[in-house]
């Protein structure tokens, strides 16, 4: 597969395809990301401007009542487990952060609620930062379907992408990944004969 024309072919369909989360600091950025898991970028959007403006920096979160924390996230899904992950990555974001994400890879997924999906999302869109590609339901679907990747692990996944395709295109594939998932390579009913990349794809598990 010629994964540096198939690159170059996904982002003439998605000239503009960029983090569709609503942020203003990479601490929002972080949040919004550990919400979305089992979500979808929209629902979260909805929620964060409130959350937000209720609680805004790390001692907010880490001091603030969970249970109002509860209240605030409750839409998006599994939010007991979200909202303790969220309080008690902010506690060490404030204590031992000094109230500042950290920026690489190695710190990020020590904090609660923090793999390697989140910790790329937050390096590429807060810091600038590519050191890998996230790996969500959208990457996961797709990679398996072309035959980038033939594993269910995100982590192995991660792996055989990043072998394949071109580093200088990792930054592009973060977001290209999920545009494509929504809108072409979808779960169910895959557009197919809308596919720009439809030539490189092996269409394995395509229904």
């Known amino acids: 597969m010629n994964t540096e024309k198939m690159v170059q072919d996904l ?20 949040i919004a990301v550990i919400l979305s898991a089992q979500s979808t970028d929209a629902q979260i959007n909805k929620i964060t401007p409130k959350l937000f403006a209720r609680f805004n920096n790390a001692k907010d979160f880490a001091t603030c009542d ?15 487990n979200k909202a303790k992950n969220i309080q008690n990555a902010c506690k060490i974001i404030y204590e031992k952060y000094d109230g500042k994400v950290p920026d690489t890879m190695e710190e990020l997924i020590t904090l609660p ?37 033939y594993e269910s692990d995100p982590a192995k996944i991660e792996q055989d992408v990043l072998k394949k395709v ?7 594939m973060n977001h290209l990944f999920v545009y494509h998932g929504r809108a072409i390579c979808t779960a169910r009913n895959a557009k197919c004969g809308e ?6 794809c092996e269409k394995n598990g395509v229904v």
């Open 11 to 30: 982002y003439k369909a998605y000239p503009d395809a960029v983090c569709s989360l609503d942020f203003d600091t990479p601490l929002h950025l972080l």
């Open 195 to 200: 596919c720009p990349i439809s030539n490189y």
């Open 166 to 172: 071109p580093k200088k295109y990792w930054y592009l």
């Open 66 to 80: 969970i249970i109002e924390l509860e209240n605030l996230v409750k839409s998006s899904g599994f939010y007991r």
């Open 113 to 149: 609620g923090v793999g390697r999906k989140t910790a790329n999302v937050v390096m590429l869109n807060a810091f600038n930062k590519c050191e890998g590609i996230a790996i969500d339901t959208h990457a996961k679907r797709i990679a398996n379907r072309i035959g980038l990747s």
